[in-house]
């Protein structure tokens, strides 16, 4: 298992079986987690197209706090942006090697590492009257982190960007887009609007 940092990877080039992107320094972060019943919800329906006779299984990867990227069996944890893919049926568990390569990840520390006494908090949807509770746990929690790409997040803008694309020997535009991703213009390079 191969970790590395990367912020594109491109189509031809020989992808590493884990890898890690730039992440953000959580030990200024309480071991506390708030996440919301409709990010659990998201987490839950990125896995709605995992095949049902996977291993791992959909429900080990939620559990690991993974989210299905819909570009074959490749996943990401939103919290530490670990990306793992090519699993091992019978021989990769998804929350030991989520503690393994990325144990100051937040998700980690506050769900795998002491799952009897889970640090993990699940809140409803805020309504407009808790704003001001709502800001202050923006602060404080990536959770609540904006796409890099915002111009992006629409599926029509990221279709446009494949005007130029050339699909030889090449994932299809409907593939990518659906993943998230938006062409740079450039080769084969495509990145993630988030």
């Avoid at 020989?14 to 890690?20: C, G, L």
């Avoid at 599926?155 to 020997?169: C, D, G, H, L, Q």
């Avoid at 938006?182 to 495509?190: C, P």
Wanted: charged share 15%; glycine share 2%; net charge positive.
């Amino acid at each position: 298992t191969t970790v590395r940092n990367a912020s594109i990877v491109t189509v031809g080039e020989q992808v590493s079986k884990r890898q890690k992107l730039d992440t953000i320094d959580f030990r200024s972060v309480l071991n506390t987690l708030f996440e919301s019943n409709s990010l659990q919800q998201i987490r839950r329906r990125t896995f709605s197209h995992w095949p049902h006779h996977a291993i791992p299984s959909s429900a080990e990867m939620i559990e690991a706090g993974l989210f299905n990227c819909n570009v074959g069996d490749r996943v990401i944890c939103i919290y530490c942006n670990i990306i793992c893919q090519q699993w091992t049926p019978h021989a990769d568990d998804p929350r030991e090697l989520h503690k393994t390569l990325s144990p100051n990840c937040i998700y980690v520390k506050a769900k795998l590492m002491n799952p009897t006494q889970s640090s993990t908090t699940t809140t409803t949807d805020i309504h407009s009257s808790q704003t001001n509770n709502l800001d202050s746990l923006r602060s404080n929690y990536v959770v609540f982190r904006t796409p890099c790409n915002p111009n992006f997040s629409e599926i029509p803008k990221r279709y446009a960007s494949f005007t130029t694309w050339s699909n030889e020997n090449s994932p299809s535009v409907d593939t990518l887009v659906q993943a998230g991703f938006f062409y740079s213009g450039r080769a084969t390079i495509v990145t993630c609007f988030y």
